[in-house]
Each structure stands twice: as structure tokens, then as C-alpha cells.
């Protein structure tokens, strides 16, 4: 990602080790933050020399984007195969958003690398989150053309999509239960069931197909004096 990135090494114990180097700034930069970590904890954490450091990447701003960029595939590769199997799009949102928040829960500096981004590296923060829209909006397109979902805009439906997924982690999966309370480095929880079923409930309203019937009582008749009471 970084200009100066280094070129990926050509030998499996060449992999292994950057690997682990970038799996080391995984940890460090998620507890300590972005300011406090040091090429020399990483390098602790992962077990190699200063010099092994400077094989792979030139800085801890390069290590840093690439630990972006990793979280980014590897997040996009679980939701990707969590939804694998789905026949509709809300089977695919249900299965994707369990894979996101599973996924989440194992790695929370997701959302603290992630966020930490928007100062350190404005350019892989909208990197990470473009990606992620895309292949959304790509799913949505082919939803919408054979009428499983409603006539919604594709791009502006994934990225409230997306911000549900984001917000809805943040306070279950990286919270808890004490909201109020400063997550440690480790401390994940579960998004609960019922959580995930109004999540789930709100999105499958969101993106119906208008298959309805105008009659119906839930939907509101267009001579209503109501002014808006009742639009959800």
C-alpha cells in the first residue's frame, strides 16, 4: 500500500516471517495504540531481530498500512465465505453480518487500527472501507436486477449497510455488556440473538421487494391525513 512497500518475499520462510511481523503489529497496535507502538515491541512480539524488520517493511507507517490492508482481505474473505451458501440476498446479509461480527470478536484491532487509521493514514481508511463497498454493491446490483430486493440505490444501501455492521460491533462485540466501560486489548463479546434479530428485521424491511399488497394495513394509503407518524 505505502509507496515504498517492499516487494513480497519470494521463499515460504520469507512469508512465514513477514506474516508474523505483520501479525505482531496486529497486537501491538491494537494495545498500545498507534503513537505508543515501536518497530521494537513489534519485533519482540513477533520473535525477530530490528534488522529481520527492515527486510520487509521501511517504517512503522508501512507496517502499519499493511496491517490495514490485511485486516481489510481478510475480513472481506470471511464475510465472502460466510455468505457462500445463500440463495437470497437477506440469507446473504444474515450469514455475512454473523461472519463480520465472529470475525470482529477474534480480531478487534479491526476497529481500533481502523479508526486509528483516520489520522495515521487517511488513504487506507478509505481504502478499506471502498473495498468492503464495492463487492457490496455489486451483490446489491445483481439483488436488485432479479427483483430480491427492492429499487434501492446500491452504492448509498451498502454504505448504511456497511455502518450498521460497524456501529452495531463497536457497541456489542467491542463493548459488551458495559458500554460505558474502556474495552481492554482482548476483551470481545458476542453480538446477543435478540440484537441480531432486530438487526436483521430492520434490514429485511429495508431491502423487500415491493411484492406487498397497497391494501394491507401495515401499508399506509396514499389519502392518509396522517402526516408522517407512521412512516418508518
Same mark, same amino acid.
Given at each position: 500500500?505505502?509507496?515504498?512497500? +517492499?516487494k513480497?518475499p519470494?521463499?515460504?520462510r520469507g ?5 508474523a511481523i505483520?501479525?505482531?503489529? @496486529? ?7 498507534? /503513537?505508543d507502538?515501536s518497530?521494537t515491541?513489534?519485533?519482540?512480539? =513477533? ?5 529481520? *524488520?527492515?527486510?520487509? *517493511? $521501511?517504517?512503522?507507517?508501512?507496517v *502499519?498500512e499493511?496491517? #490495514?490492508?490485511? %485486516?481489510?482481505? !481478510?475480513?472481506?474473505h470471511?464475510m465472502?465465505e460466510?455468505s ?9 446479509e !444474515? =450469514?455475512?453480518?454473523? =461472519?463480520?461480527f465472529? *470475525?470482529?470478536? @477474534?480480531?478487534?484491532? %479491526?476497529y ?7 489520522f ?11 473495498r468492503i ?6 451483490? %446489491?446490483?445483481?439483488? !436488485? ?9 446500491p @452504492?448509498?444501501?451498502?454504505? #448504511?449497510l456497511m ?14 455488556d @458495559?458500554?460505558? /466501560? /474502556? ?11 435478540h ?9 429485511? +424491511? /429495508?431491502?423487500a ?9 401495515s ?6 391525513? $396522517?402526516?408522517?407518524?407512521d412512516?418508518?
Open positions: 500500500m505505502s509507496e515504498t512497500a +517492499r513480497p519470494s521463499t515460504k512469508t512465514a516471517t513477514r506474516k505483520i501479525d505482531a503489529a @496486529e497486537h501491538v497496535f491494537a494495545e498500545h495504540g498507534y /503513537a507502538a518497530i515491541r513489534i519485533t519482540e512480539k =513477533a520473535g525477530v531481530a530490528q534488522g529481520t *524488520f527492515y527486510l520487509y *517493511f $521501511d517504517s512503522k507507517l508501512t *502499519f499493511e496491517l #490495514v490492508e490485511d %485486516l481489510n482481505r !481478510r475480513v472481506r470471511a465472502t460466510g457462500a451458501g445463500a440463495t437470497t440476498r437477506l440469507e446473504g !444474515r =450469514a455475512g453480518f454473523r =461472519a463480520f465472529a *470475525f470482529t470478536a @477474534e480480531h478487534p484491532a %479491526l481500533r487500527v481502523v479508526r486509528e487509521a483516520e495515521v493514514s487517511p488513504r487506507a481508511l478509505k481504502l478499506h472501507y471502498t463497498v464495492e463487492g457490496y454493491i455489486a451483490n %446489491l446490483e445483481r439483488a !436488485r436486477a432479479v427483483g430480491d430486493v427492492g429499487d434501492i440505490d @452504492e448509498v444501501v451498502a454504505w #448504511v455502518g450498521i455492521g460497524e456501529m452495531v460491533g463497536m457497541r456489542w462485540v467491542l463493548w459488551g @458495559e458500554p460505558g /466501560a /474502556a474495552p481492554g486489548p482482548g476483551s470481545t463479546a458476542t453480538v446477543p440473538d440484537v441480531f434479530e432486530q438487526v436483521m428485521a430492520f434490514i429485511e +424491511r /429495508a431491502l421487494a415491493a411484492h406487498s399488497d397497497p391494501s394491507s394495513p401499508t399506509p394509503s396514499s389519502d392518509s391525513s $396522517d402526516t408522517g407518524a412512516q418508518r
